[in-house]
C-alpha cells in the first residue's frame, strides 16, 4: 500500500470517528451547562489549564522516540523496534507517576489559581484530584500506540478510541441528567481512559506479536545518544509550549474570573474540536513525510513541504474565515447569547488560530527531520515574553489583554524562527520563499475574509426581518461554505500546487469512495 492509500485509509477512519463523536460532546456540553452552569465550566477549563502544566514532565520523550522508530519500522528492524518500546514504556511508566505525584502536591495551591472561589461547588479538591488521577491514567499503556502511528496505522487506534469515547460520553450525559453528579462524572473519564488504552495496547499487540518476546537487546548507544539530545532540546520546547498555550485558562480565572472562564472554554471547545479533525488529517500525513524523509531526495522533500505549506494556507485560512463569522450564531443557537464573549476577544481567538495553525507544517516537517536543537531556547524566550505580555495586558484590558499578549509573543519568536531553521537546517533553501508565499496567502485569505462578512452583514440584515437564528446561521454557513473557496479557486487554479492535490485528492477519493472506479 502506497503512501497516498495509507494517507487515505487513515482519513477514512479517523475524521467520520471524530466528527461522529464530536457531534455527540458538543450534546454532552450543552446538557452540562444545563445542569452544571458556567461555574463548573470554568472550573473544568480552568483544571485543564493546571494539569497541563504537568504535562512537562513528558519532556518531549515522545517525539524523540517518535521520530527514532521511523527509521527502524522503514526497514524492518523488528529489535531496535522492540528495544525502543521497552524504553518508552519505562519512561512513560515513570511520567504516570510523576504527574500524579506533583498533580496532589499542587491541592493546597488551589487558591492561588482562582480569583474567587465558587462557594456553590463542593468538593472542589476531590473533583481536582479526580482529574488528576484521569491525566496521571493516560501515560499507561498509551505508548504503543506510536508503533501503530508510525506504521500508518492510526486508523486502528482512532476507531478504537472512538467506540469506547462513544460510551463514555453517552454514561456521562446519562449521569448528569440523572443525578447532575460531577464526581460520577469524572469517574468515568477515568474508567475510560484506562480500558481505551488498554484496548490500543491489546491490539498493537496482536499486530506485531514480536512485542511480547522476552528478549530485547539494549540500543545502541549512536540511538541513545539522539534521543537525549533530542529530550534536551524537546524539554524547552515542551516548556514553551505549555507555558503558551496551557495558560489563558490560569490568567483568565486569576485577573477576569471563572465565570469568564467557562465563557471563554466553550469559544475553545469549538476551537479545540477543529483542531481535532486538523491533527487527524496532519497525523495522516504525518508517517509518509516521516517515510519520505527517510527514502527520498532532498528536492522530493521540499516539493512536499511546500505542497502541504500551500494545502494548510487554504484550509486554515477558510476555517479561520468560518470562526470569524459562525462563532457566534453557533454560540447562539447552542447555549444561548448569555455565553457570548465581546467581538474583540473572538477575534484575537481567530488570529492566535491561524498564525498557529500556521506553525503545524513547518512543526511537522522538522519533527520528521529530526530538526529539535536548532532553536531549543527560542520556547523559553516566547513563554516568558507571554507571559510577562500578558500578565502587564490583563491588569489593564482583562480577557483581551491575555489573548493580546498570546499573539505578540507568537509574532515576536516563533513566526520567523521556526521556519528559518526548517529552511537553513532541513530545506536548505533561502526563508524568503517561505515568507513571500506566507505573506501573500494571508493577504488574499483577509480579502476572502472581508468578502464574507460583506455578504454575512447583508444576510444577517434579511434574517433580522425574518426573526430566525437558526435561518441566520444557515445563511452564513452556506456563504461560509462557498465563497472563501471560489476566491481561493479564482487566485490559485494556476498554481502546481493546486494541480498536485486535485490530483491527489482524486486518487484519494476513488480509494475512500469505492464507487469512483466504476
Known amino acids: 500500500m502506497g503512501r497516498a492509500e495509507h494517507v487515505a485509509k487513515n482519513l477514512q477512519f479517523t475524521m467520520l470517528s471524530e466528527l461522529i463523536l464530536a457531534g455527540l460532546k458538543f450534546i454532552s456540553r450543552r446538557v452540562f451547562v444545563l445542569y452544571m452552569g458556567k ?17 512537562l514532565a513528558e519532556l518531549g520523550f515522545g517525539v524523540s522516540i517518535t521520530y527514532s522508530l521511523y527509521r ?21 511508566w515513570s511520567i504516570s507517576a510523576v504527574v500524579l505525584a506533583a498533580g496532589l502536591c499542587l491541592l493546597p495551591f488551589l487558591n492561588f489559581f482562582i480569583r474567587e472561589m465558587p462557594k456553590d461547588i463542593p468538593y472542589i479538591p476531590l473533583i481536582y484530584a479526580l482529574n488528576v488521577i484521569n491525566v496521571s491514567f493516560s501515560y499507561l499503556f498509551s505508548y504503543k500506540a506510536t508503533l501503530l502511528f508510525v506504521h500508518q496505522k492510526k486508523y486502528i487506534d482512532s476507531a ?16 448528569l441528567v440523572r443525578t447532575g453528579n460531577y464526581l460520577y462524572y469524572l469517574c468515568i473519564s477515568i474508567v475510560s481512559t484506562l480500558v481505551q488504552n488498554k484496548i490500543v495496547s491489546v491490539k498493537t499487540e496482536k499486530l506485531y506479536p514480536y512485542l511480547k518476546e522476552k528478549t530485547v537487546c539494549p540500543l545502541p548507544e549512536e540511538i541513545l545518544k539522539d534521543i537525549r539530545k533530542n529530550v534536551s532540546a524537546m524539554i524547552l520546547h515542551r516548556i514553551g509550549s505549555v507555558a503558551v498555550f496551557g495558560t489563558d485558562n490560569l490568567l483568565i480565572s486569576k485577573f477576569v474570573g ?55 494556507a487554504w484550509l486554515f485560512g477558510w476555517i479561520s474565515i468560518c470562526l470569524i463569522w459562525l462563532y457566534d450564531p453557533f454560540i447562539t443557537i447552542w447555549l444561548g447569547e448569555d455565553y457570548l464573549l465581546p467581538r474583540t476577544v473572538v477575534f484575537l481567538i481567530v488570529a492566535n488560530f491561524y498564525i498557529n495553525s500556521m506553525r503545524i507544517p513547518v512543526a511537522n516537517t522538522k519533527s520528521v527531520m529530526g530538526l529539535f536543537w536548532d532553536e531549543r531556547y527560542k520556547s523559553i524566550l516566547e513563554a516568558v515574553m507571554n507571559l510577562v505580555v500578558s500578565v502587564i495586558l490583563a491588569r489593564r484590558w482583562g480577557i483581551t489583554g491575555i489573548l493580546s499578549g498570546t499573539l505578540v509573543s507568537t509574532l515576536t519568536l516563533p ?47 434579511l434574517c433580522r426581518t425574518a426573526k430566525s437564528g437558526s435561518l441566520d446561521f444557515l445563511f452564513k454557513l452556506i456563504l461560509c461554505m462557498l465563497v472563501p473557496h471560489v476566491i481561493y479557486l479564482l487566485a490559485w487554479h494556476r498554481r502546481p500546487e493546486y494541480h498536485f492535490l486535485r490530483e491527489l485528492a482524486g486518487r484519494m477519493a476513488k480509494r475512500t469512495l469505492p464507487f469512483l472506479h466504476e
Open 72 to 92: 527502524p519500522v522503514a526497514q524492518g528492524d523488528k529489535e531496535i523496534i522492540k528495544s525502543l518500546m521497552r524504553l518508552y514504556r519505562r519512561v512513560y
Open 39 to 55: 461555574e463548573y465550566l470554568g472550573l473544568n477549563g480552568l483544571f485543564t489549564d493546571i494539569l497541563s502544566l504537568l504535562s
Open 160 to 175: 478504537l478510541r472512538a467506540i469506547c469515547t462513544l460510551f463514555a460520553v453517552t454514561a456521562q450525559i446519562a449521569v
Open 415 to 461: 513566526f520567523w524562527i521556526e521556519p528559518l531553521g526548517l529552511y537553513r537546517y532541513g530545506l536548505k533553501q533561502k526563508v524568503r520563499v517561505y515568507f513571500v508565499q506566507y505573506l501573500s496567502c494571508l493577504s488574499l485569505t483577509v480579502a476572502a475574509g472581508a468578502v464574507t462578512g460583506l455578504l454575512c452583514r447583508f444576510a444577517e440584515c
Open 258 to 312: 471563572i465565570g469568564i472562564t467557562g465563557l471563554y472554554s466553550n469559544y475553545i471547545m469549538i476551537r479545540n474540536f477543529l483542531t481535532a479533525l486538523i491533527n487527524t488529517l496532519f497525523n495522516a500525513i504525518t508517517p509518509a513525510m516521516g517515510n519520505l524523509n527517510v527514502t527520498e531526495s532532498a528536492e522530493e522533500k521540499r516539493q512536499a513541504f511546500h505542497r502541504l505549506n500551500f494545502f494548510s
